[in-house]
């Protein structure tokens, strides 16, 4: 089953991309690009929700509908 993580992605003065989500506590990923940062933030959740699951803990995410909005990122 896929779930859907919000993030929030903001561009640092250093260049860098940082994503955080209020819906996975502690996850943190910082990358060069977008993707990067994405890529990063998802093994991230992954290993976020796998220790919580093993503490008998449970984040509870919204599984993926029929139909959701997703913004597509185009380099210039």
Do not use: C, W
């Amino acid at each position: 089953m896929e779930q859907i993580a919000n993030l929030h992605i903001e561009k640092l003065p250093e260049g860098v991309y940082l994503a955080t989500s209020d819906d996975i506590p502690g996850l943190v990923a910082q990358g060069r690009t977008i993707t990067e940062t994405l890529e990063i933030a998802r093994d991230v959740a992954k290993k976020l929700l796998e220790a919580q699951a093993e503490r008998h803990q449970k984040t509870t995410l919204e599984s993926t509908r029929d139909s959701f909005d997703y913004p597509l990122i185009l380099g210039t």
